[in-house]
């Protein structure tokens, strides 16, 4: 059965930093292309991290880029999503989502995804 399971949400004043975790049960990671999506309240879900599983190339989105570091542990079957300089515009839930093969970083192109978790920026 395929699981994916986030952790690491809380609640953190402007400027602080998390790292979320993404645990794969049921298939490995190696092949597939990962992203981390928010989801704010009454807004649609979005991308803001994903990494592809042929080369490990990033994409980020324009607000996230060089505050937000996607990383992929294969051996830990884990990607995080490590967050810097948090702003409370990063407010929502945090969803991780695994796809076989070639994924960029659109909701559709993710079939795997996790439960969730809270990221609240707020002082």
Do not use: H
Not at 38 to 44: C, L
Not at 72 to 88: E, I, S
Not at 110 to 123: A, I, K, M
């Amino acid at each position: 059965q395929v699981q994916l399971v986030e952790s690491g949400g809380g609640s953190v004043q402007p400027g602080g930093s998390l790292r979320l975790s993404c645990v794969a049960s049921g298939f490995t990671l190696d092949y597939y292309a990962l992203g981390w999506f928010r989801q704010a309240p009454g807004e649609e879900r979005k991308g803001v991290a994903c990494i592809q599983s042929s080369d490990d190339t990033t994409w980020y989105g324009d607000s996230e880029e060089g505050r937000f570091t996607i990383i992929r542990d294969n051996p830990k079957n884990t990607v995080y999503l490590q967050m810097n300089n948090l702003k409370p515009e990063d407010t929502g839930v945090y969803y991780c989502a695994a796809e076989f093969g070639t994924g960029y970083c659109e909701v559709s192109d993710y079939r795997y995804w996790g439960q969730g978790t809270q990221v609240t920026v707020s002082s």
